[in-house]
């Protein structure tokens, strides 16, 4: 009976014992795979950390409208400020250097439909500006009078949005990321090719050319042949072709690229919201991006043109009204969005003071 007894409390021990060591087996496992988890997530934050910084906007600091709040409550979207600016310039308003968005953009990521959208705004679109500078102006010297905040604030005011998050860049550093993925592919046109305004340094009838970056961003700033919708159409080919050589690169290979980018840009982004983002996206539909200019109509929607305080062209718009709502149909797909009083109001001054009416 002792010998049956003893045999048992072996047995027990043995289980016991294999107990433990599958749970000391599993402990390791789960410490090595948080280990893995920590640690790239520890690089992934090393990376973000190479951007450049500004402050956090609350909706009020930001002067989004509480009626445009109300309005758009029951859709799931995010949109943020995308800024491609160009050169720097000392000026007197800010008392530094600041630079002009050359390209301003509106990014909508929408988790209704899990799609991402892409509004291009005129630059030269005559808008006015809030405190400080408290005038009317371009829609790209917003940036250049008091940085990416004074244009947040700029854009809501005049087109009934909401944002208070933004992403900016130099073309140059567009340039870098074109020869990064290895050039693109963009099909240009004999009037393009042959233009005096900025030197493609190719030769050669209308086709499909492979374009390295300072190529890419001279083809992104042709002026002269046609109007500024055309050349905002350009910028977009060109975010579109890069998008297009990321998706075809290796994990690695992006993180590589993203260590090469990240301190050529300005956000107001936590890197806890980047990686949510980009986690998030993951399962949108990529493959088909929409896009839309602002105003819609092109050249056809200005009044007229005018100077003001020593820069030209300035455009004023037919409807501004119009304007608010084609970007909310288009980004809400709102067919019945009603412009604030505030839009109405800033509409209102612009034709009395520049049309007499």
């Given at each position: 009976?002792s010998a049956v007894?003893g045999?048992?409390?072996l047995?027990?021990k ?6 433990e060591n599958?749970l ?6 789960a ?13 992934v934050d ?14 009020e600091?930001?002067?989004v ?13 995010i949109?943020?400020a ?9 000026n ?10 050359d ?5 909508s ?8 959208k ?11 500006i809030?405190e ?9 010297h917003?940036h ?12 809501n ?14 073309f140059?550093a ?15 046109t004999?009037q393009?090719?042959?233009q ?13 050319y492979?374009?390295n970056?300072h190529?890419?961003?001279m083809?992104?700033?042709?002026r ?15 975010i579109?072709?890069?998008i ?29 919201q980047?990686k949510n ?13 929409e ?5 819609s ?18 455009y ?8 608010v ?23 209102s ?9």
């Amino acid at each position: 009976m002792s010998a049956v007894k003893g045999s048992d409390k072996l047995k027990r021990k043995k289980q016991k014992n294999k107990a433990e060591n599958l749970l000391l087996i599993i402990s390791i496992l789960a410490a090595i795979f948080l280990g893995l988890v920590l640690s790239g997530n520890l690089y992934v934050d090393s990376l973000l950390n190479k951007t450049t910084r500004s402050k956090k906007l609350t909706d009020e600091e930001a002067m989004v409208n509480q009626s445009v709040k109300d309005q758009v409550k029951d859709h799931k979207i995010i949109n943020i400020a995308l800024f491609g600016s160009d050169n720097q310039e000392w000026n007197e308003w800010t008392n530094s250097e600041m630079e002009r968005s050359d390209a301003t953009k509106i990014i909508s990521l929408d988790y209704d439909e899990k799609k991402i959208k892409i509004t291009s705004l005129q630059r030269d679109t005559l808008i006015y500006i809030p405190e400080p500078y408290n005038d009317y102006d371009k829609l790209n010297h917003a940036h250049w009078r008091g940085g990416p905040e004074l244009a947040i604030q700029t854009i809501n005011m005049n087109f009934d949005m909401d944002i208070t998050q933004y992403v900016g860049f130099s073309f140059e550093a567009l340039e870098k990321l074109v020869d990064l993925v290895g050039g693109i592919d963009i099909y240009l046109t004999a009037q393009e090719i042959n233009q005096k305004d900025k030197d493609l340094e190719i030769n050669g009838e209308a086709g499909t050319y492979h374009l390295n970056g300072h190529q890419a961003m001279m083809y992104c700033r042709i002026r002269m042949i046609d109007d500024d919708y055309y050349r905002m159409k350009r910028q977009n080919n060109v975010i579109m072709a890069v998008i297009s050589e990321l998706r075809n690169e290796n994990p690695i290979r992006l993180l590589s690229i993203a260590d090469e980018m990240l301190r050529y840009v300005e956000t107001n982004l936590t890197n806890d919201q980047i990686k949510n983002y980009i986690t998030t996206i993951v399962s949108f539909d990529l493959k088909h991006i929409e896009q839309m200019q602002i105003p819609s109509e092109g050249m056809n929607s200005i009044l007229k043109t005018v100077e003001y305080n020593g820069f030209n062209p300035l455009y004023i718009m037919k409807n501004y009204q119009k304007l608010v709502k084609d970007l909310h149909k288009f980004i809400y797909e709102e067919e019945n969005y009603e412009p604030s009083t505030r839009v109405m109001e800033i509409e209102s001054e612009i034709y009395k003071k520049f049309c007499g009416s």
